[in-house]
């Protein structure tokens, strides 16, 4: 059974830096492409970032050039390092995990699905609170 367990949330203060992590369990993370999303109250969920499992990034438009996404294969871990915090970060923090498939030669997770409301993850971690100081 594939199981994500968050941690690394917390306070940060405006312009700090945090560091979220995803343990895996149940699976090996190199089969998988791997993501960060997040949902503050009352907002949708939005993405944040993807690894693939060869490596390939994307990142939301709200992140890039601030948030930095890394897989460690040999421990089962994601890693988010978020730099330059705002104010418009605050929320929870989810990792999702999905199996690496391909339709027609190309992984049917990519840089067109990762982010789409219609794409279905195969497993999600609780979240994690990520709190911005005032």
């Known amino acids: 059974q594939v199981q994500l367990v968050e941690s690394g949330g917390g306070l940060a203060q405006p312009g700090g830096a945090l560091r979220l992590s995803c343990a895996g369990s149940?699976?090996?993370?190199?089969?998988?492409?791997l993501a960060w999303f997040r949902q503050a109250p009352g907002k949708e969920r939005e993405g944040v970032a993807c690894i693939t499992n060869n490596y390939e990034t994307y990142y939301g438009d709200a992140v890039k050039g601030r948030f930095t996404i890394s897989r460690d294969n040999a421990r089962n871990t994601l890693n988010l390092q978020m730099n330059g915090l705002k104010p418009k970060d605050p929320a929870v923090y989810y990792c999702?995990?999905?199996?690496?498939?391909?339709?027609?030669?190309?992984?049917?997770?990519?840089?067109?699905?990762?982010?789409?409301?219609?794409?279905?993850?195969?497993?999600w971690g609780q979240g994690a609170q990520v709190t911005i100081s005032p």
């Open positions: 999702a995990a999905d199996r690496v498939t391909y339709s027609f030669g190309q992984a049917t997770l990519n840089e067109a699905t990762w982010n789409s409301i219609d794409y279905e993850y195969e497993a």
């Open positions: 149940g699976f090996t993370l190199g089969d998988y492409a």
